[in-house]
Nanobody, 125 residues
Framework: QVQLVESGGGLVQPGGSLRLSCVASGSIFDISAMGWYRQAPGKQRELVASITSGGNTDYADSVKGRFTISRDNAENTVYLLMNSLKPEDTAVYYC???????????????????WGQGTQVTVSS
């Protein structure tokens, strides 16, 4: 009922910047939180940053001061601006969204917790 589409990944040199975008679509009633996770080869998926509908944010210690998460509630979109990228930031980045969707009408509301397909970020010279 809800789908996420990510974009903005790619290859960048150390010290460079990238901006990831994630758009949610479908029968969305509300989105309570959106976030970015990443998974490097041989490692577990980890939280990078998250943001609530009220704008409260949370960051992994490894990205604080370098990454900024933001969202456009009207467009159901979340962004991740990544500055001062390091080789250890190389990973597949996944978008996640939690909220409520409707089926047929607003009388039928259900919770959702969905993931995007992932976008590769490679930091290398």
């Amino acid at each position: 009922q809800v789908q996420l589409v990510e974009s903005g990944g790619g290859l960048v040199q150390p010290g460079g910047s990238l901006r990831l975008s994630c758009v949610a679509s479908g029968s969305i009633f509300d989105i309570s939180a959106m976030g970015w996770y990443r998974q490097a080869p041989g490692k577990q998926r980890e939280l990078v940053a998250s943001i609530t509908s009220g704008g409260n944010t949370d960051y992994a210690d490894s990205v604080k001061g370098r990454f900024t998460i933001s969202r456009d509630n009207a467009e159901n979109t979340v962004y991740l601006l990544m500055n001062s990228l390091k080789p250890e930031d190389t990973a597949v980045y996944y978008c996640n969204a939690e909220g409520t969707y409707y089926s047929g009408s607003y009388s039928n509301l259900y919770k959702f917790d969905v993931w995007g397909q992932g976008t590769q970020v490679t930091v290398s010279s």
